[in-house]
């Protein structure tokens, strides 16, 4: 069963830097697409970054753009989402994302930004 734990949320300042990781289980990890989305309270849950499985093709959303960096360690079954820069716009639920037959998505991890 596809389990995916993110970790390393938190309080920020604005202009702080945050990183995030997503422990994968239940699935051949380097075989698939990995994404984070995020949710702003009363906002629909919007695509952050993706990585894609074998050279690591990376994406962004135009919102984090030379900010943010995706990347994955398939040894260690863990995809990363490093934020600099961070905005109080940035503030959310980051949730990790594998598509595998369906959605699957982890628990969320909570990222404020304030001063």
């Known amino acids: 069963q596809v389990q995916l734990v993110e970790s390393g949320g938190g309080l920020v300042q604005p202009g702080g830097s945050l990183r995030l990781s997503c422990a994968a289980s239940g699935f051949t990890f380097s075989l698939y697409a990995m994404n984070w989305y995020r949710q702003a309270p009363g906002k629909e849950r919007e695509l952050v970054a993706g990585?894609?499985?074998?050279?690591?093709?990376?994406n962004y959303a135009d919102s984090v753009k030379g900010r943010f960096t995706i990347s994955r360690d398939n040894a260690k079954n863990t995809v990363y989402l490093q934020m600099n820069s961070l905005k109080p716009e940035d503030t959310a639920v980051y949730y990790c994302?594998?598509?595998?037959?369906?959605?699957?998505w982890g628990q969320g991890t909570q990222v404020t930004v304030s001063s």
């Open positions: 994302n594998v598509f595998r037959g369906s959605n699957w």
């Open positions: 990585i894609s499985r074998g050279v690591g093709i990376t």
